[in-house]
């Protein structure tokens, strides 16, 4: 059974997504090649890397070979699908609008980023239920936005977060992006984009939905005049 959970803790928000098992085949491709030790399959908030630093063993730990917005350390989606979630939150950045002064005066929009492993290694809960695993998701995905420097200009943020063993999905929403995507919108999304989840190969696809779903949220009621 499919349960939705909300979290508000001050100017961060969470939705999250239990998802049903998935059966999988593959332990996913290594990035660091075929005579390099495997990927971790349980990550810790401190060890997750960040796909956008300029330091390139970072971005080869996330199966990326330049910065991206996409960290995936265990291979499970391709690079080329990688590569198409790069452009979808790229145009996100470039075709909406945040509503901070610093987003209107250099006509920019909303952060994404992607974060995507095999299992995350509770942050501070031992409790193996749903709602504890969910609670403890929240503050993971919340360290990892502070070590990606998430901030931008206004909190104009979000983190798309899909851990593959936990069957956890989720969002999480900084404060200028909740003023659009808010808590009941998000559930709304997660929900119907969760049967792309049930199938290893459409992983990706469900990632891309997400995307695509949360642009069409955020350029609602952009002024005409701030699109050139």
């Known amino acids: 059974m499919v349960t939705t959970t909300h979290f508000a803790v001050a100017a961060i928000s969470l939705t999250a997504l239990a998802l049903t098992s998935l ?3 593959t332990a996913g491709r290594n990035c660091m090649g075929p005579n390099a030790p495997p990927a971790p399959q349980e990550w810790k908030w401190t060890d997750y890397p ?6 390139q063993r970072s971005q080869f730990l996330c199966c990326r070979s330049n910065q991206s917005y996409v960290c995936d350390p ?3 989606i391709s690079e080329t699908q990688a590569d198409e979630i790069d452009l979808a939150i790229k145009n996100v950045y470039e075709d909406t609008r945040c509503t901070c002064n610093h987003c209107l005066i250099n006509k920019h929009g909303y952060i994404v980023r992607v974060a ?10 031992n409790d193996t239920s749903m709602m504890a695993r969910l609670r403890d998701a929240h503050l993971y995905a919340y360290q990892i936005s502070r070590r990606w420097h998430m901030e931008g200009a206004c909190k104009e943020s979000l983190l798309i977060l899909y851990s593959r063993a936990d069957n956890i999905l989720f969002t999480l929403t900084l404060k200028e992006a909740r003023k659009k995507v ?5 559930g709304d999304v997660s929900l119907r984009v969760r049967d792309y989840f049930t199938r290893e190969s459409t992983i990706a696809d469900g990632i891309k939905e997400m995307i695509a ?8 009621d952009i002024p005409t005049n701030l699109n050139g």
């Open 74 to 76: 265990n291979g499970l």
């Open 182 to 186: 808010t808590d009941s919108k998000v």
């Open 213 to 220: 779903r949360y642009k069409l949220i955020l350029m609602r």
């Open 116 to 125: 995507i492993m095999e299992k995350m290694v509770p942050v501070r809960n």
């Open 50 to 55: 960040n796909p956008n630093s300029p330091n």
């Open 23 to 25: 059966p999988l085949a």
